[in-house]
């Protein structure tokens, strides 16, 4: 089993930012890569952005150049760095592991972002 842990959400106004972490622990070892994703209200959950254990990242079209993802798979702990917010960024997001043992997820941190 592997336990996620999101912190760092909250209300923010439209040009902010805000700084998410997600702490992993349990059986870790088999992380592969570690993942955000969001969901806002009525819609489907989507993938924001992933890290490799090799530190290989990628970045949904929608928050590229605006968001970042860091840290160290293998140390447990990665962030999303999320900067020049907008109203559209409000959701719930969550941090998930792919994991050999399949995937893990955390239990969400929620970002509102006023206009």
């Known amino acids: 089993q592997v336990q996620l842990v999101e912190s760092g959400g909250g209300l923010v106004q439209a040009g902010g930012s805000l700084r998410l972490s997600c702490a992993a622990s349990?059986?870790?070892?088999?992380?592969?890569?570690m993942n955000w994703y969001r969901q806002a209200p009525g819609k489907q959950r989507e993938l924001v952005a992933t890290?490799?254990?090799?530190?290989?990242?990628n970045y949904a079209d929608s928050v590229k150049g605006h968001f970042t993802i860091s840290g160290d798979v293998a140390k447990n702990t990665v962030y999303l760095q999320m900067n020049s917010l907008k109203p559209e960024d409000t959701a719930v997001y969550y941090c998930?592991?792919?994991?050999?043992?399949?995937?893990?997820w955390g239990q969400g941190t929620q970002v509102t972002v006023s206009s």
């Open positions: 890290i490799t254990t090799g530190g290989t990242t």
């Open positions: 998930s592991a792919l994991h050999s043992w399949g995937n893990y």
């Open positions: 349990g059986r870790i070892v088999g992380i592969r890569a």
